[in-house]
């Protein structure tokens, strides 16, 4: 009989053992399929820098798959760094017989999901230029990273972009993520890390540089060249430790985490989520607060958080508008587009999600209508984008953002050059000078007053 048992349990085990072997082998096999089928990651195009948080590689060349590779949202695109860091053209800092244009702006500038030639700046500085719009040659220098916020772009106009000596700066403004990345304690809540020099406003109301320059040589300081995103696809629950390993070594767990749902009958995704296995929610373990600040800019109220960093942003801007002005530039701002603003889709999904938390007082207005209230009151000649992108944003045949990575298409970032265009041409921005003074009163400089 004991000889009879210990059979039955061998057999079991070895049956146990060849099961786990064979799920093993059919897990490393699959991988193995979808890193050859489907982009892993992109390639290394930014490093860390000291002075303003992220640059591109100097001269660097390589594949860009979009924000989320695994979503195939994105067709690949070969991007190059120019020898000073920036996806654009070769520019010297020294301008001849040119008008001059320095735009200054995050991933949506940057514009790495299309071709150089289809970004707006192009697209803009080549109809600028076939029509004669200035009398001098139209340079259009594209001053943007993946993952600036407003503080980055000033601190790289300190640094770096008045060298080029433009005739106008504009500061492409993206208020749906450029808020909660000047602050770094909204950085810190939201990536668990920051990875720049950060501004706070002093008890005088004036801005304070810190972390400045940022330690890139710290290993706690280093970036891997991508902006840090709440992430926004459904998910397998598992243990933190193990869902942050798998997501950053397997690319068959990110591949199928955002599509479990739709591979699986829904009566076994009912089962699974009743069970704890599975978790449908917008945001991995999402809380009210991550939804604050993450979409607060949308609510009538701003949450305090928001708001503080909505001040010092104010701060910022300004700061930023007076510098340029001081070196004989004249200062504008393009409010731009986000697609949870303008896309119906994207913002039902916000206004779904409010509600899940009790929350009512939204408005996707609301970004455009701060940013008009600021530049108004202080006389910056601003383009609003809002309501053109909403007319056309809906539009199935010629979508202006990419699906699942929330990046201006061939499609968008034409309808942006064309706004540009006959913009600058209204409010006579192409002319050489034009009368303005500093702002009446006094801000801090990146230059003083660090910690």
């Not at 195939?72 to 190059?80: A, E, I, Q, R």
């Not at 809906?394 to 540009?420: E, M, Q, V």
Request: charged share 25%; aromatic share 10%.
């Amino acid at each position: 009989m004991a000889v009879k048992t210990d059979n039955i349990l061998r057999s079991v085990l070895t049956g146990s053992f060849i099961s786990v072997i064979t799920i093993i082998l059919m897990f490393l096999l699959l991988e193995v399929l979808v890193r050859v089928i489907i982009p892993w990651k992109n390639d290394v195009l930014h490093q860390c820098h000291p002075l303003y948080g992220i640059t591109g590689i100097p001269n660097v060349t390589g594949n860009f798959y979009g924000m989320v590779p695994e979503s195939l949202s994105v067709p690949k695109v070969v991007v190059h760094m120019n020898s000073k860091g920036l996806r654009d053209r070769e520019y010297e800092y020294e301008k001849l017989d040119s008008f001059r244009i320095l735009i200054l702006g995050d991933s949506m500038i940057a514009a790495l999901q299309v071709p150089l030639e289809q970004t707006a700046q192009e697209v803009a500085e080549r109809f600028l230029n076939s029509k004669s719009m200035a009398k001098k040659n139209i340079e259009i220098i594209a001053g943007a990273q993946p993952g600036w916020g407003t503080d980055d772009e000033y601190l790289f106009y300190l640094e770096e972009g008045y060298k080029y000596q433009p005739d106008l700066v504009l500061l492409a403004f993206h208020a749906e993520n450029d808020v909660r990345n000047n602050s770094h304690d909204l950085q810190i809540a939201l990536n668990d890390h920051a990875d720049n020099p950060y501004f706070v406003l002093g008890d005088d109301n004036t801005l304070i540089l810190k972390d400045f320059p940022f330690p890139c040589d710290n290993p706690s300081g280093k970036t891997d060249g991508n902006p840090h995103q709440l992430q926004t696809r459904e998910t397998i629950k598992m243990l933190p430790s193990v869902k942050k390993w798998m997501n950053k070594h397997s690319c068959l767990y990110r591949f199928v985490k955002g599509r479990i749902h739709r591979m699986l009958s829904q009566n076994i995704v009912n089962i699974l989520e009743a069970k704890g296995v599975l978790s449908l929610q917008r945001y991995d373990d999402v809380s009210r607060r991550q939804f604050e600040m993450a979409h607060g800019i949308f609510f009538t109220k701003l949450p305090s958080s928001l708001q503080t960093a909505w001040s010092l942003t104010e701060k910022l801007i300004l700061a930023l508008r007076n510098e340029v002005v001081r070196n004989g530039s004249t200062f504008a701002v393009i409010k731009m587009p986000s697609q949870f603003e303008v896309v119906d889709l994207e913002w039902q999904r916000v206004q779904k999600e409010a509600s899940r938390f009790g929350i009512t007082d939204i408005d996707r207005n609301k970004p455009s209508e701060m940013v008009t209230k600021l530049c108004t009151q202080y006389g910056i000649p601003f383009l609003s984008t809002f309501s053109d992108f909403l007319k056309q944003a809906n539009n199935d045949k010629y979508p202006l953002y990419f699906k699942g990575d929330g990046h201006l298409t061939k499609a968008g970032n034409y309808l942006l050059a064309n706004l540009l265009v006959s913009w600058l041409k209204e409010n006579n921005l192409l002319m050489e000078t034009r009368e303005e003074t500093l702002l009446p009163f006094t801000l801090i400089d990146a230059s003083s007053k660090r910690e």
